[in-house]
């Protein structure tokens, strides 16, 4: 398939990047030198997040900034701002030949483009600038990029409104999901007509008089640390990931954090021999053990096909004390991601290990009302689910929208 060549339609002429830009001095301030929000005069730009604050700033008035690691991105900011390393910072040479903001909008439109060309590497992806600038964008005269920036504001400041209000949305109905699994977890499905007793644990609280509290330990068959196949660095020599339908399908840490159905990259025979010992079937609870998601749960899917699993993942199985599918409610609900979460941040580098998930204290029902507690929540989660799908493809929608919006105003295929 043709790659589309950005602009290829434009009515303006178009210019190399590099004869329209100054660049900003490199920042020397570290990321151990910032100090909160709140506490701070300027904004403070790092890999693509103002995150933190700096009492100094080393950018005045407008500024670009594109990430120079990782993914393609770019924020404008208008004032006094400090940026960190890992950012490219940009502005107009001109503004009587270009406006800042009008260079802003003709990259933001273009990042997919931006992001496959231009970023080369491997473990840390960097922007090769100097191809960077020899991309061409439109020009058209002063008068006409000031109508375009002024109204590509207003239209965005619109879609950035609506955008915020469905991410706001997605964010409730998150928390709100948690909170009714934690709720029902601990309470059961008829709270008001149950006698409760203390459980004797301070994050669980009070529970059903007739139900136990027991240690994770007590419960499992099978917890076993897939850390112990190897690093990523092993898997890079001895695995070979394909972009293509193959023999089995790895399951990463990106597949939990994700909650795909759709999950996992296609490995060879050989690569499947080699990771062979964490076979997947379907309905194994998958926990990450390392990283900023330690403590995060997913369910298996049942699969019609081989699977296996990468490292930094624990797999669990329960016994018949619990219900397999009752314990993944469990793992997702408070009163066990949370506890897991603070253990895993008390070392630098997030880490769980097998004592952590084996000592938490969990409420344990009868099974027959883990059964309808586990089938009530499906239901629940169920519609909260579809209901942030319906969200999430807005977003999409509106994403899609403003790209396009801005790539027409840009070329001057929309009379503005």
């Avoid at 909008?105 to 100097?130: M, P, V, W």
């Avoid at 109508?147 to 619109?158: N, Q, R, W």
């Avoid at 293509?244 to 909650?259: C, H």
């Avoid at 469990?330 to 580098?349: E, H, M, W, Y």
Wanted: charged share 30%.
């Amino acid at each position: 398939m043709k790659t589309r060549i950005p602009f290829e339609n434009s009515k303006f002429e178009k210019v190399r990047i590099r004869f329209l830009i100054s660049e900003k001095t490199k920042s020397k301030i570290q990321v151990g030198d910032a100090k909160p929000k709140d506490e701070a005069k300027y904004p403070f730009f790092t890999s693509g997040e103002n995150i933190l604050s700096f009492d100094e700033f080393l950018c005045d008035n407008q500024t670009i900034f594109l990430n120079d690691g990782g993914v393609a991105g770019v924020k404008f900011y208008d004032g006094k701002v400090a940026y960190s390393d890992h950012t490219y910072a940009i502005c107009s040479k001109n503004e009587n030949i270009c406006f800042t903001k009008f260079l802003f909008y003709s990259i933001l439109c273009n990042l997919n483009f931006i992001d496959f060309f231009f970023f080369k590497g491997s473990a840390l992806r960097n922007l090769e600038k100097n191809k960077f600038k020899n991309f061409k964008i439109p020009l058209p005269p002063l008068n006409e990029q000031k109508k375009i920036v002024e109204f590509l504001d207003k239209k965005c400041e619109i879609i950035d409104k609506r955008l915020s209000n469905l991410e706001r949305k997605i964010k409730s109905l998150k928390e709100y999901k948690k909170s009714l699994i934690s709720e029902c977890v601990t309470k059961g499905l008829n709270p008001k007509n149950m006698e409760f007793k203390d459980s004797g644990i301070p994050w669980i609280g009070q529970i059903p008089k007739h139900w136990e509290v027991t240690k994770i330990k007590y419960v499992i068959d099978v917890l076993t640390d897939y850390t112990a196949n190897g690093s990523f660095a092993d898997l890079a020599k001895n695995v070979q990931y394909l972009d293509y339908e193959d023999y089995a399908r790895l399951v990463r840490l990106t597949d939990l954090r994700e909650n795909l159905n759709n999950f996992g990259i296609y490995v060879d025979k050989n690569s499947y021999e080699y990771l062979s010992k964490s076979s997947l079937f379907g309905k194994e609870i998958l926990v990450a053990n390392v990283g900023a998601y330690s403590g995060l749960f997913w369910e298996m899917p049942k699969v019609k096909f081989k699977a296996t699993l990468a490292p930094n993942m624990f797999m669990i199985k329960t016994n018949k004390k619990i219900m397999q599918h009752y314990f993944y409610y469990l793992g997702i609900s408070n009163i066990v991601f949370d506890i897991l979460q603070q253990k895993a941040i008390t070392t630098a580098q997030p880490k769980l290990n097998k004592t952590d998930i084996k000592t938490i204290y969990i409420p344990l029902p009868p099974l027959n009302e883990q059964k309808k507690i586990a089938e009530f929540l499906d239901k629940k989660c169920e519609k909260i689910d579809r209901l942030n799908e319906n969200y999430t493809k807005q977003i999409t929608a509106l994403k899609e929208y403003k790209k396009s919006l801005i790539y027409e105003c840009v070329t001057g295929k929309k009379e503005i």
